[in-house]
């Protein structure tokens, strides 16, 4: 069975989990609310620090979520993040997406949030999160589309950022654009078209706070975050170049006119 073969781009850096902790239910997980019911049994792959999982624990009060994450470091904040939150119907473990270790027909809902554009087989996870998925559940993956990320104004050096990102993701066996793969990948794995809802939403940074909060995590996490090394060890980009696009990053931000859009690919798939 295939393991996880691609590298996670962006790593836990602080100036990643800066972006991860704003993530709520409802500003990542929107399309798939309204299906979710008091009694289910929930799987959140790729749970990072746990705001959204935490969320949809919340949200099913009679069933159980559970928060399942590659990477064993950041489970220790998603604890936290529940236990703050006094949510108790809720479990963190490790595991990998290619090979879930949950028995067939486990789950009511399995749930992935910018995940798929990280791995390294992203049909073969969606064919294992429909395993593991009891018939009539629902499989909901939402992934962005880097290629779709737009801006304003045209400050220099910031079409290098995204050229760069992209070359970066690509380089660790990701798929910075999934996004729009989402529905064609569903099809692959599997999902009949009549079963599958593809939809789009959108995040946009505007206000000052929103551009001053989004375009010093970038700057941060272009110079210091996991990222930054890859780009520099995989040939990508000098530490210079790398210091330039955090400079342009800092730069956008100080616009009174900025803003900054990026959209997501949603699907969900009745099984």
Known sequence: MPQESAVYTHGHHESVLRSHTWRTAANSAGYLLNSLKPHMQVLDIGCGPGTITADLAALVPDGRVTGLEHAPDVLDQARATAAARGVENITFTVGDVHALDFADDTFCVTHAHQVLQHVGDPVHALREMRRVTKPGGIVAVR?????????????????????????????????????????????????????????????????????TWWSELWADRTVASSYAGIAVGGGHATTDELARIAAAWRDWGAREDGWFAMLHGEILCRV
């Open 143 to 211: 992934d962005s589309d880097y290629a779709t990320m737009t801006w304003y104004p045209e400050v220099e050096g910031m079409a290098d950022w995204l050229d760069l990102y992209r070359r970066v993701a690509r380089g660790n066996g990701g798929m910075p654009d999934a996004g729009r793969q989402l529905h064609a990948w569903a099809l692959d794995a599997g999902f009949a078209q009549e079963d599958i809802t593809a939809t789009a939403s959108a995040w946009c940074y505007q206000t000052p706070e929103e551009r």
